[in-house]
């Protein structure tokens, strides 16, 4: 399983566990969905997507085009619960 679950300090310094089905995993950070975000039926569709891919190691740039749907997740979710967080906050 492409879960992730680890301590997040926030810049302002609040601290929160959150776990992640990560995305993608580079040298200094990793991005993924937010599982506390989502309800179950959400987390379900994240984890049939992206609970067995490997995350890749580049995070592509924004580009304003994004087929959501090629992934298996909507656009919703995405929005919902995609996050990054720099490994120098993680503990």
């Not at 975000?37 to 890749?56: D, H, M, R, W």
């Not at 997740?73 to 619960?81: D, G, L, P």
Request: charged share 30%; aromatic share 10%.
């Amino acid at each position: 399983m492409n879960t992730y679950t680890f301590k997040y300090t926030k810049k302002n310094g609040e601290t929160s566990t959150r776990t992640v089905v990560l995305v993608h995993d580079t040298a200094s950070k990793v991005t993924g969905f937010d599982l506390s975000k989502l309800t179950p039926e959400e987390q379900k569709k994240v984890l049939n997507a992206f609970g067995n891919k490997i995350p890749s190691t580049e995070i592509p740039p924004k580009t304003g085009m994004f087929d959501y749907d090629a992934t298996g997740v909507e656009k919703e979710i995405w929005t919902k619960a995609y996050r990054m967080f720099d490994k120098a906050s993680i503990k």
